[in-house]
């Protein structure tokens, strides 16, 4: 055999030799995963702490101690309800008996501030409903009788998240209209019975509950961000829960390591040679000593044959993490960054993102509050009887980039400060007030018409008084 024939032999043997340890090595990962109950051994949302499969436990939690969950959770509601709507009937007749029947509703039931309750709690979990209270003398669970001829006054409304709720029972009917919608929802009416906030806890507390069997005429069934389904949506927090998971991580890791920076860790380092000696150190009374200056209760420690040494560490600052993760939060939900931070950094925020986020509202308001909300609870209280029949109706939202009265003021001082320099510093010699008014301070032709107009008024009006004089 040839050294040439000899060497490729050696390499062929090594290489299955290679392959035979890789194979090997692969398996031992393997088992080891499976032994410990995984099927990789990178399992990231298993080493990261994110739940498989999230409950309305983790989801509540997050919305009532997360912080930035309840951002999440109100911040479109919170921007859509800001102004409500107008229910218009005929808009070349002000005042039609459904209009007005409806603003006095609306007054009595204060229903603008309970449909955006029942938006907000509707996004903690899948869905929610909203209880209408009726004078029928009907239990809850029982059916409301002759809808749509009736005229029934509604007494109260009262929304529920589905942490309060379970649906018991579907329409099986394949040829009912209604098919695989609930029929029957169980409600806990006191909300104080279910378990204190805790991840993961979604049964009730000991005691007394008031759980009540719901007809479904009696709810309006409320889901945000429907996808595949016609009865569950999207929790708002579901796409973006991992992510405030890992900023619970960051802000108590935080905390905890700054308390505890505080508090030095103490090793106690015991004298070699009394030791090779047979000395023996009293750990009990060095506890005792250590942790009475800790305390407070004296400031100092007397050791005996031993020396104190402590640690020392600043805890890294956690706002470029923090920061990584509400970036992640902004560009998933389509909220912009510094509007999703809160007010005071809202009003930072430059005129693309407020025009984005008016465009993103506008949306939302018209795409689903509209139809899914307004309409159908609309719709509900005419079946009931509690409003008159219309012919039709529309729901007309204000403007979102429509200034607020705060915005104009601000706006007017501006605009008549720069007139009185305008007119101080002579100006109208080269720019007349018509040109001025149109071209510099960009008001309409409208408006500049009736400047101008207004002004030759007052002028003549003020040239006849002196004339008088």
Known sequence: MSDEDREMKINEAANRICNALVDRADLNRSLIAKAMGGTDIHDIDKECG????????????????????????TAEPTACWSAVPRIVEDEDVEGTPFELAWEELADQLNIYHMLR?????????????????LNDGKELKEPVENVGTGNLEITYLKPFSERALEIVETE??????????????????????????????????????????????????????????????????????????????????????????????????????????GAKVNIESMRDQLEAMYRGVQRFAALQGATANQTSGQPASPKEHLDAQLRAISITKNIPKRILEGTEQAQLAGQQDQEH???????????????????????????YGALPEPAQYDVVWPDISEPTEADRAETAGKQTDALRKYVDGGVDVMIPPELYLKHILGLSKEKVEAIMAGSQEYVGAEIEEEEEL
């Open 357 to 383: 986020w008016g465009d993103h509202i506008a949306g939302r308001r018209s795409g689903y509050l509209s139809p899914m909300l307004l309409r159908p609870f609309i719709d509900r209280c005419v079946l």
């Open 117 to 133: 309750r029942i938006d907000i709690l509707s996004g903690i979990g899948r869905f929610g409903i909203l209880l209408f209270g």
């Open 172 to 277: 099986a009917d394949p040829t009912n209209q209604r098919y695989s919608k609930p029929t029957k929802y169980k409600v806990t009416l006191d909300a104080k019975t279910l378990t204190s906030v805790g991840v993961g806890q979604t049964g009730k507390s000991p005691g007394k509950t008031q759980e009540k069997i719901v007809h479904w005429t009696r709810v309006l069934h409320v889901a945000d961000n429907q996808t595949e389904s016609e009865i569950y949506g999207e929790p708002r927090m579901e796409n973006v829960l991992n992510r405030l998971i890992d900023i619970r991580k960051i802000l108590s890791s935080s905390g905890e390591g700054f308390w505890k920076g505080a508090f030095r860790d103490t090793f106690i380092e015991a004298d070699p040679e009394l030791i090779a000696k």
């Open 50 to 73: 994110y739940p498989e499969t999230p409950s309305i436990g983790d989801y509540y939690y997050h919305y009532k101690r997360g912080g930035i969950g309840t951002r999440v959770v």
